[in-house]
Antibody
Framework: EVNLLESGGDLVQPGGSLRVSCAAS????????MTWVRQAPGKGLEWVSV????????DYADSVKGRFAISRDNSKNMVYLQMTSLTADDTAIYYC??????????????????WGQGTLVSVSS | QSALTQPASVSGSPGESITISCTGT?????????VSWYQHHPGKAPKLIIY???KWPSGVSTRFSGSKSGNTASLTIFGLQPEDEADYYC???????????FGTGTTVTVL
């Protein structure tokens, strides 16, 4: 059974940094691209970042490019999102998701079929 | 890249059918058969219910049906049930500049 469990959400001051994590199980982790999306309070879902199965290819939404970094440790079945220069606009529940296709890379057909329940990041002074 | 446009809310009675639209542009929904739909109960993990416009993931009810015409994709829920009450989001590949774009979300209410 596929399981994704996010952790690391916290209250952080504007300008601060935080790393959120996602522990995966129930599938061959290294074969699947992983993604992060977020949902700000009262808002819809927003795609944030994606990483290939080997971790050698990444992409970011313009809203986080240069501030966030996605990474993964395939030996631990973990994916991370390092967030820096945080602002109030980054306040959201962060969800990690797994690509349906186990091709190793991500691309136009990538479809995220399983998600965790999210971790809350609050940016406030 | 702007979000895809969905109606804010749709409602129906048990047993009825409802349709949710997802309007994009010739840069995202239009050229690609790569629209997905997610069901999201607040506080829970989003659930994939349709992918590549009209395909069902394993275990998903066929009461959910997807289609696309031009720049607009649609999700139809047949035989509406109380447990269908949730938020629904479409998502599409948006070309090389933006990996994925989501819709604005639709709250489905079962009357």
């Amino acid at each position: 059974e596929v399981n994704l469990l996010e952790s690391g959400g916290d209250l952080v001051q504007p300008g601060g940094s935080l790393r959120v994590s996602c522990a995966a199980s129930g599938f061959t982790f290294s074969l699947h691209a992983m993604t992060w999306v977020r949902q700000a309070p009262g808002k819809g879902l927003e795609w944030v970042s994606v990483i290939s199965g080997r971790g050698d290819n990444t992409d970011y939404a313009d809203s986080v490019k240069g501030r966030f970094a996605i990474s993964r440790d395939n030996s631990k079945n973990m994916v991370y999102l390092q967030m820096t220069s945080l602002t109030a606009d980054d306040t959201a529940i962060y969800y990690c998701g797994k690509d349906l296709y186990g091709s190793g890379n991500f691309g136009p057909r990538s479809t995220f079929d399983f998600w965790g329940q999210g971790t809350l990041v609050s940016v406030s002074s | 890249q702007s979000a895809l446009t969905q109606p804010a809310s749709v409602s129906g009675s048990p047993g009825e059918s409802i349709t949710i639209s997802c309007t994009g542009t010739s840069s995202d929904v239009g050229p690609y058969n790569l629209v997905s739909w997610y069901q999201h109960h607040p506080g829970k993990a989003p659930k994939l219910i349709i992918y590549e416009v009209a395909k069902w993931p394993s275990g998903v009810s066929t009461r959910f049906s997807g289609s696309k015409s031009g720049n607009t994709a649609s999700l139809t829920i047949f035989g509406l049930q109380p447990e269908d009450e949730a938020d629904y989001y479409c998502s599409s590949y948006a070309g090389s500049k933006t990996f994925r774009v989501f819709g604005t979300g639709t709250t489905v209410t079962v009357l």
